[in-house]
């Protein structure tokens, strides 16, 4: 299967009233895809591309992240390279730790884990990566192709719910879309993604007047703000389809941002979390890896 051709797999059930976007299903798809193309070039006498991991300090959170990205990368036969650095790592070595991955030949993309040690500036890190070797989709070069239309290495989470609306049939062009979130690692890069799917797009934030009313205009709506089951099923217009981008940890697990067992009773389609858009997003990261290696981005 070629990568352009990942979307026929059974992924959508039946749960409640809407249809199940099951990321999980998709993104299994995805890999597998990677997984063929890498094999293929490999037998073809190239080598496996690699992804270098960057991690500093000793937050057990982004160790677990790093470690599953690693984890992902073996299993589709991409190579790995991680590199460690202390928590007290100065800026100068940092950014020549980045360097020397960008000049690496072997390197295809670099993933700086965020956040880092509060001396360091993970924006400027995360600048520092070649723009043909940022995975991530994160640097400033990267956001301003995706903003003009041009070719480029584009961020992880919302190219993967790009690609979860594309297998469940969601057609963006001319409907009314409505990114909850304006974050740069997230809200900015999907709206533009919409809008060069021919979307009408809105982003909604913090400061936004009556969010509920906005929400129930959408005809796809995509929530990303770090609030456990902000959107409540009245803030739904009958039939949309509800992406559910946030990830919770509470007492009650793992919960979205959308009220799930309240969304599912109005919604047309809804991805659920887990096993909704987090699969998704370190597909899309094996995938850019096999992309940086396969084109000249710059
Ligand atoms: P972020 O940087 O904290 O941004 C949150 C956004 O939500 C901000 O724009 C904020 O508005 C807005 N917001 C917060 N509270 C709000 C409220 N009560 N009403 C309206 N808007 C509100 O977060 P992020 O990095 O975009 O991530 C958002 C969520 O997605 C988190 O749960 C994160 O864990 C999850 N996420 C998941 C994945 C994945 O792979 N599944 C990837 C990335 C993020 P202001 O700008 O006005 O403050």
């Not at 089951?229 to 009245?234: A, E, L, Q, T």
Request: aromatic share 2%; hydrophobic share 45%.
């Amino acid at each position: 299967m070629g990568l352009s051709n990942v979307y026929g797999v059974p992924g959508l059930g039946k749960r409640g009233r809407a249809r199940v976007i099951d990321g999980k299903a998709i993104a299994k798809a995805e890999r597998e895809a990677v997984a063929l193309a890498v094999a293929r070039l490999v037998a073809a006498g190239g080598h496996a591309p690699a992804l270098a991991t960057v991690l500093i300090g000793d937050d057990p959170a982004s160790a677990v992240y790093v470690g599953s990205k690693i984890k992902a990368c073996e299993e589709v036969g991409l190579s790995s390279v991680h590199r460690h650095l202390p928590a007290d790592a100065s800026r100068e070595q940092a950014l020549a730790l980045i360097d020397e991955l960008n000049s690496d030949p072997r390197v295809s993309g670099i993933l700086c884990q965020l956040p880092v040690p509060a001396h360091l500036d993970g924006t400027e890190l995360t600048n520092r990566i070649d723009p043909g070797k940022d995975v991530d989709g994160l640097t400033v070069a990267s956001a301003g192709r995706l903003a003009l239309g041009l070719p480029g290495l584009r961020p992880c989470t919302p190219a993967g719910v790009m690609a979860m609306l594309e297998h469940a049939e969601v057609r963006p062009a001319g409907r009314d879309t409505m990114v909850l979130g304006r974050s740069n690692l997230f809200g900015k890069p999907m709206a533009q993604m919409l809008i060069a799917a021919d979307a009408t797009a809105t982003v909604c934030h913090s400061r936004t007047a009556d969010l509920a009313a906005r929400c129930r205009e959408a005809d796809v709506l995509i929530a990303a703000v770090g609030r456990p089951r902000m959107v409540k099923g009245s803030w739904i217009k009958p039939g949309a389809t509800v992406i559910d981008v946030g990830i919770n940890r509470g007492p009650a697990g793992l919960v979205g941002d959308v009220d799930f067992e309240e969304a599912v009773a109005v919604a047309g389609a809804i991805s659920p979390v887990p096993g909704g858009v987090g699969p998704m997003t370190i597909a899309r990261l094996l995938r850019n890896t096999l992309q940086a290696a396969q084109s000249n981005v710059d």
